[in-house]
């Protein structure tokens, strides 16, 4: 779209803080480049999808790629978060590395549209997010090249070797986030650290690592912080979280259009979770929807923000149970 076929900044509410609109628009920057790609994306469609005003998007960044730059940023920072969450500096290399492929691989399934963006979509990007990228890249490589410290003596691999490693993970992980129903890939644990230690430690410690049981999928909790579930009386699972972080990304989003980003096909589904998640307090129509016969409008509470911020996409991949009566 245009930036001409926008319509005028008065048709957006400034009702939210500046930290909303930030956060708006940079999960719309995630959304917008898995859709279409970033060449495609245009600072219209951004300020569309956040619904806010063009105004309000130059107040927060200079142009597209700042803001590109900053999303970024924000998913490095997050995927970071995962992969440490269990790293123990002390544990041997192999140990290091496994903990740190789980907690990608955690964060890959909980949070697509950043890591879509991470992976996929800052290939398509300007110099500096490839800059960001390589810099990324280099830190990883530098940590799998300490394998070779803990190879036999004399059957040491080439430095190249932790490049490649590295480029073939990235490669298994492009593919499978390009598929079009992509699967969880908490699975590839194994196979992948397989890959990793076979060249420094040999085909004996590669099978084991094959035969090894899929790490359980971990949430990255702040610590400090008071349960952010103690007054919901309602046990917030897979669809729920889901349905909770699809209006936190859309807000102002109707049944059907949440339904779509939450992965819910049943609309009569769709329309008991959110009827659930109002009566708690979470969510609210914010008034679009009360004429008649027009579309819901759903956006988080501010309980609903202290809840979705804390444990943001808390789901296990690959399950889906039924959600408790509230």
């Known amino acids: 779209m245009a930036i001409a076929d926008t319509?005028?900044?008065?048709?957006?509410?400034?009702?939210?803080?500046?930290?909303?609109?930030?956060?708006?628009?940079?999960?719309?920057?995630?959304?917008?480049?898995?859709?279409?790609?970033?060449?495609?994306t245009t600072i219209a469609d951004l300020a569309a999808e956040a619904r806010v005003s063009r105004r309000t998007f130059y107040e927060l960044f200079s142009d597209r790629e700042d803001c590109l730059l900053a999303a970024l940023d924000e998913a490095i920072h997050r995927a970071s978060r995962h992969m440490l969450d269990a790293y123990d500096p002390q544990a041997g290399w192999a140990e290091r590395i496994r903990t740190a492929i789980a907690g990608l691989l955690s964060f890959l399934d909980m949070e697509r549209g950043a890591g879509w963006l991470l992976i996929v979509g800052s290939l398509g990007a300007e110099t500096k997010a490839l800059e960001r990228r390589r810099h990324v890249l280099a830190q990883i490589i530098t940590v799998i090249d300490e394998g070779r410290k803990e190879a036999r003596a004399g059957a040491q691999p080439p430095p190249l070797t932790a490049e490649g490693i590295v480029g073939g993970v990235l490669s298994v992980l492009h593919a499978r986030l390009s598929e079009e129903n992509p699967k969880p890939l908490l699975g590839l644990a194994g196979p992948l650290m397989s890959i990793i230690v076979l060249p420094y430690l040999g085909p004996?410690?590669?099978?084991?690592?094959?035969?090894?049981?899929?790490?359980?999928?971990?949430?990255?909790?702040?610590?400090?912080?008071?349960?952010p579930l103690r007054d919901v009386e309602m046990r917030l699972?897979?669809?729920?979280?889901?349905?909770?972080?699809?209006?936190?990304?859309?807000?102002?989003?109707?049944?059907?259009?949440?339904?779509?980003?939450?992965?819910?096909?049943?609309?009569?589904?769709i329309s008991k979770l959110l009827t659930r998640l109002h009566k708690l307090g979470l969510i609210e129509n914010t008034g679009v929807g009360?004429?008649?016969?027009?579309?819901?409008?759903?956006?988080?509470?501010?309980?609903?923000?202290?809840?979705e911020a804390v444990i943001g996409q808390q789901t296990t991949p690959g399950s889906e149970p039924a959600d408790a009566e509230a």
């Open 290 to 307: 009360q004429a008649r016969g027009a579309p819901n409008a759903w956006t988080l509470t501010p309980k609903g923000q202290e809840i």
């Open 7 to 40: 319509p005028p900044d008065s048709a957006f509410p400034e009702s939210t803080s500046p930290s909303d609109h930030r956060r708006r628009l940079l999960d719309a920057m995630s959304h917008a480049v898995a859709r279409k790609g970033y060449a495609d």
């Open 204 to 227: 004996a410690a590669a099978r084991r690592e094959l035969a090894r049981t899929v790490p359980a999928a971990r949430s990255v909790h702040q610590p400090g912080l008071a349960d």
């Open 237 to 269: 699972t897979y669809r729920t979280i889901r349905v909770l972080a699809s209006v936190a990304a859309h807000p102002g989003s109707s049944n059907r259009e949440i339904g779509i980003a939450s992965g819910v096909d049943d609309q009569g589904q």
